[in-house]
């Protein structure tokens, strides 16, 4: 069995191995691309029916695709990819989320990143990519602090969107209830979870939202906005 993971560079060579061995070619398709058109040159001219034959021409020699979700599965079909399509979703190790985290070290974290003991935090945390939308929640922000006071939007991440949601914050008036953690070791990850109260995501580009199920292991209420790949993740 060949199984290859990436629709570019990869994809060549796996092709070619499977044409010269006989092995069965296996692909897991993991990216919605039509949610990426920031990073491409004329990416927003190509167009969506352009994406899906070029999609359907470049998995035709696959065996199996493999999908994470049902939202993959569903866009794989509508681009015309008519081999068989099973979804495996990717793995989590969820015990490392269960873990018991110490106070000080939360108290700690907390202290480094200016936030006061009485502060609701507001946990976004992930890549910061343009697809992600996390404008919208910072445009969010503005109309929670009209109410609330003792409230934080605690951004955890880093990427290419991060200089234009600064300048975003700036331009808000929102320096004050902003905090942007850049990028965080894995090992942190756990404790920045304990941190938050509330876990946030405006994304509709994730094919699986792999950090709502870490962010509901370690005990967070979720606020996400409606999407296909959280079905049978969210009711």
Known sequence: IVHSQCEFFSYGFAKRIVEATGASFIHTYHTLYEQYTEYIPLGKRIGRAALAKWMKARLKGVDTVIAPTKKVEHTLREYGVMQDVE??????????????????DVKRLKASLGLDKEDC???????????????ELLYGMKELIKTEEHVKLLIVGGGPARESLEKLTEDLGLQQYVRFAGMVSPEEVKTYYRLGDVFVCASTSETQGLTYIEAAASGLPLICRKDPCLYGVLE
């Open 87 to 104: 979804i495996v979703p990717t793995g989590i190790h969820l015990e490392k989320f269960r873990e018991a985290v110490s106070e000080e």
């Open 121 to 135: 935090v507001l946990l976004s945390l992930g890549r910061l990519g343009f697809e992600k939308r996390i404008d």
